[in-house]
């Protein structure tokens, strides 16, 4: 659309966006794990005991951005009932698709956000063999229930950061995430939440200025949970 007051001329043109080299795979890649997602939610029952308690899918699943079979789910709730929420775990669990259920009530841990959080990890009980975490495949899913007024904190940042998201700054944040995710650091020093804020709020584009970005002078805010996680 013309600038006000004239057309545009020809030094004022967009800059060229530079689609990463591998924006193809990655795509397809976020294509086959949202995919995969969706069946192991539906197989396992898990998808239906967590629409039936009012979980809705945060995160990299919503966002398309999806690099490693991790799911994020949260729901409202204003009366923390620890009893309902230990019951919910229970259903999971017996659905036979988790190996590991954890249930954390952090409205009694200091320096955590208010919420209770149950934290799974899920495979198809047909898989031959005993799982082996560092080497089996598996679902990772975080399920938050927090108050309603915390939740809508978070809003503006996630609705902001959909408005700045393109194909190519989509490309950028699959690239990084490819590899940080199976980094150590990961999710302990290294967190999704800043390779968001790197690529949509800072310009950065590839790993390097990515690591770059992390060590500067000035370091990205501590990550809190407002933004897309996964």
Known sequence: MPAEGGAKGPD???????MHPEAERLFALDEALR?????????SGIGEILAERGYVAAG?????????????????EDEPDWGS????????AMTGWCWRVVCTNNYRVARADPHLYIGLRATDPASRGRIVPAESVYWKMDLLSMPSADLATH???????????????????LAIKNVVCHEPEYRRT??????YDAVLEHGVRGLEDFRRWLRAPSP???PRDDAPRG
């Open 220 to 222: 990205p805010e501590e």
């Open 35 to 43: 995919a995969e997602a969706e069946d192991v939610l539906a197989a």
């Open 60 to 76: 990299s699943y919503t966002m398309h951005t999806m690099a490693w079979r991790d799911l994020d789910f949260e729901r409202p």
């Open 190 to 195: 290294i967190h999704s939440v800043q390779i």
């Open 155 to 173: 809003v503006p940042r996630r609705e902001r950061w959909r408005s700045l998201m393109t194909e190519e700054k989509r490309a950028a944040i």
């Open 85 to 92: 929420h230990f019951a919910t775990a229970k259903r999971i």
């Open 12 to 18: 004022s043109a967009a800059p060229a966006v530079i």
